[in-house]
Nanobody, 120 residues
Framework: QVQLVESGGGQVQPGGTLRLSCAAS????????MGWYRQAPGQQRELVAS???????NYEDSVKGRFTISRDNAKNTVYLQMNAIRPEDTAVYYCNGRITSPPWVTRDYWGQGTQVTVSS
């Protein structure tokens, strides 16, 4: 089994910074694309940023230039550096990982979510 565990959420003032982490553990043969999604109250879950195993990144338009996704393949960990945070960034942030585990089965896994609240 594979587990994704997020950390780093919390309350932050507008303009502040946060760094989210997501560590994958378990029977992992390969971590493929990993990403961060968020879901605000009453809204659908949306992709915030993703990163391939080779490091190619993709960002939702509203976070471009403010958020940076990165990964440490040796640690099966993905990060989301959040700068210049805005009130509209308030949401539960979920880590997603497309992971290959024995016997070479690839599927998506989700973390439990971490709350980010932007408030002055």
């Amino acid at each position: 089994q594979v587990q994704l565990v997020e950390s780093g959420g919390g309350q932050v003032q507008p303009g502040g910074t946060l760094r989210l982490s997501c560590a994958a553990s378990g029977s992992i043969l390969r971590s493929n694309t990993m990403g961060w999604y968020r879901q605000a109250p009453g809204q659908q879950r949306e992709l915030v940023a993703s990163i391939t195993a080779g490091g190619t990144t993709n960002y939702e338009d509203s976070v471009k230039g403010r958020f940076t996704i990165s990964r440490d393949n040796a640690k099966n960990t993905v990060y989301l550096q959040m700068n210049a945070i805005r009130p509209e960034d308030t949401a539960v942030y979920y880590c997603n990982g497309r992971i290959t585990s024995p016997p070479w089965v690839t599927r998506d896994y989700w973390g439990q979510g971490t709350q980010v609240t932007v408030s002055s």
